[in-house]
């Protein structure tokens, strides 16, 4: 039995909501859906029961998570015992992050290395799309967690996390500004996004209504931030509307503080990847680092 369709299902037990899970897990809720199927259709069990947005654990269910909290609380145990050679590993990793990303997932990577591997320093650094590349290319940086490049080359480059991002609103700024209706309303809108010239709401406008895409060059955001809490949190304030990683914003979605607009069109579709130079020199430290991040990638 997988064992990490077992330690998915405990944090969906504990938590009662696929979505909470996926947030803390840092997968998406279909990733999550489809490992409790795949456990339920292994043990041939019924293990949960949907109400709702909720999620209760059957009498089967409740059995097995019982058993298998238990068992795998040991075999982790175990598997420290065992790493005790590997936990002596020391050293200061440097890792790009580019400005506008969430900080939730490099938190999630960081924490679980740290499990295993305690005597290891990081230093988190901020960057947009260029100082990312030359700051590896300079080493100054050992990885960088990256969208774009400029020239892809020079860099040995992992596909780490595939998410999308949708366009939504706050429920007070629809209230104030009267419902969005069609792609010709958006560009009557105040848009936040991360850059004045509003490159992401182009790509999203011009993959829905190519016709209207032409137009958003005639526009500038309301706001431009690079900050990804502060963007988050100025739509949430009802500032304007602007693209979100859905899987950040998911439980604001199910309690209805913000909605997506025109929920029928295309999101857009991002890949994170995981890059370092490709002339480089070998090291365990960053060797067992990129191991750890590409077992636990999501795509």
């Not at 654990?57 to 409740?62: A, M, P, R, S």
């Not at 191991?291 to 795509?299: A, G, Y």
């Given at each position: 039995?997988n064992?990490?369709?077992?330690?998915?299902?405990?944090?969906?037990?504990?938590?009662?909501s696929?979505?909470e899970?996926?947030?803390?897990?840092?997968?998406?809720?279909?990733?999550?859906?489809?490992q409790?199927?795949?456990?339920?259709?292994?043990t041939?069990?019924r293990?949960?029961?949907r109400?709702?947005?909720r999620?209760?654990?059957?009498?089967?269910?409740?059995?097995l998570?019982?058993?298998?909290?238990?068992r795998?609380?040991?075999?982790?145990?175990k598997a420290?015992e065992?790493?005790?050679?590997?936990?002596?590993?020391?050293?200061?990793?440097?890792?790009?992050v580019?400005i506008?990303?969430?900080a939730?997932?490099?938190?999630?990577?960081?924490?679980?290395?740290l499990n295993?591997y305690?005597?290891?320093?990081?230093?988190?650094t901020?960057?947009?799309?260029?100082?990312?590349?030359?700051?590896?290319?300079?080493?100054?940086?050992?990885?960088?967690?990256?969208?774009?490049?400029?020239?892809?080359k020079?860099f040995?480059?992992h596909?780490?996390?595939?998410?999308?991002?949708?366009?939504?609103?706050?429920?007070?700024?629809?209230?104030?500004?009267?419902?969005?209706k069609?792609?010709?309303?958006?560009?009557?809108?105040?848009?936040?996004?991360y850059?004045?010239?509003?490159?992401?709401?182009y790509?999203?406008l011009?993959?829905?209504?190519?016709?209207q895409?032409?137009?958003?060059?005639?526009i500038?955001?309301?706001?431009?931030?690079k900050?990804?809490?502060?963007?988050?949190?100025?739509?949430?304030?009802g500032?304007?509307?602007g693209?979100?990683?859905?899987?950040?914003?998911?439980?604001?979605?199910?309690?209805?503080?913000?909605v997506?607009?025109?929920?029928?069109?295309?999101?857009?579709?991002?890949?994170?990847?995981?890059?370092?130079?490709?002339?480089?020199?070998?090291?365990?430290?960053?060797?067992?680092?990129l191991?750890?991040?590409?077992?636990?990638?999501?795509?």
């Open positions: 039995m064992l990490n369709k077992l330690k998915t299902f405990i944090v969906v037990a504990e938590l009662g696929v979505t899970a996926a947030y803390m897990l840092f997968r998406t809720q279909p990733a999550i859906s489809q409790i199927k795949d456990l339920e259709k292994d041939k069990l293990l949960l029961e109400k709702k947005s999620v209760y654990l059957t009498k089967e269910g409740q059995e998570y019982n058993y298998a909290k238990q795998v609380r040991e075999i982790e145990d420290s065992l790493r005790n050679d590997s936990s002596q590993l020391e050293g200061t990793l440097r890792i790009g580019l506008q990303m969430s939730s997932f490099i938190a999630e990577i960081i924490n679980h290395f295993e305690p005597k290891v320093d990081f230093i988190i901020q960057h947009d799309h260029v100082d990312l590349e030359q700051k590896l290319l300079s080493n100054e940086l050992d990885f960088a967690f990256i969208v774009l490049y400029e020239d892809k020079f040995e480059i596909s780490y996390f595939k998410f999308k991002r949708i366009l939504v609103a706050s429920k007070e700024y629809l209230k104030s500004r009267g419902k969005i069609t792609y010709n309303d958006l560009l009557e809108q105040d848009i936040i996004e850059d004045p010239n509003m490159p992401d709401f790509c999203w011009n993959k829905n209504s190519p016709q895409s032409t137009k958003v060059k005639r500038r955001a309301k706001v431009s931030i900050d990804a809490e502060t963007y988050h949190q100025l739509i949430l304030k500032r304007g509307i693209l979100v990683n859905k899987f950040v914003i998911e439980h604001y979605l199910e309690s209805g503080k913000l997506e607009i025109l929920p029928k069109s295309k999101p857009l579709y991002i890949t994170i990847d995981i890059s370092r130079r490709k002339v480089h020199t070998k090291n365990l430290l960053n060797e067992t680092f191991k750890f991040v590409l077992s636990n990638r999501n795509i």
